[in-house]
């Protein structure tokens, strides 16, 4: 097995957030809402677009006032569990930390836009014709690649994680 040292783990969630940030940032200063830069024609295009919902805007449409405040709670509640297993164990495999640390940095970034717009902003856009994957941002990646780590981390041989 192979145990990063925690100064580390935490710089790749701290990355990830910062980058989600910054190119968030650089969308909103120079893109109006839904302008779009294409980039790869035919198939990928920088799209400025909001997301009141969560991942490929599933709840988007739904207009009650308490969607906001539980995607919120979810997040931070996300955040916490994730922060207590990474503190609390400090001999789990690699897989398992890496996709903690991604959905962790990933996390953070959109929670961060959900407390400070009530959205998130996306602008991602991937499509081949007019069929298009919904619209999604750095964070969105990193949780999803997070995911897929967390799953490698199942397949793979079990052991017993070492606490503190």
């Not at 909103?28 to 490929?56: C, K, M, Q, W």
Request: charged fraction near 15%; charge should be positive; include cysteine.
């Amino acid at each position: 097995m192979f145990f990063m040292r925690r100064p580390l783990f935490f710089s790749i969630s701290l990355a990830i957030f910062f980058l989600d940030q910054w190119t968030k940032r650089l969308i909103e200063s120079h893109l109006l809402l839904y302008d779009s830069i294409p980039i790869i024609g035919g198939f990928f295009d920088i799209t400025h677009a909001r997301n009141t919902g969560v991942a490929f805007s599933l709840l988007a449409s739904n207009s009650s006032p308490w969607i906001p405040r539980l995607l919120t709670t979810a997040s931070l509640l996300t955040l916490l569990v994730i922060l207590f297993v990474l503190l609390r164990y400090s001999k789990i495999s690699w897989a398992l930390q890496t996709g903690l640390l991604l959905v962790l940095g990933g996390a953070a970034g959109n929670l961060c836009d959900r407390i400070r717009y009530g959205f998130v902003v996306d602008f991602l856009d991937v499509y081949v014709g007019s069929y298009h994957w919904p619209t999604f941002n750095i964070a969105d990646s990193a949780i999803t690649v997070g995911i897929g780590f967390l799953l490698l981390d199942q397949w793979g041989p079990k052991s017993s994680p070492a606490k503190n």
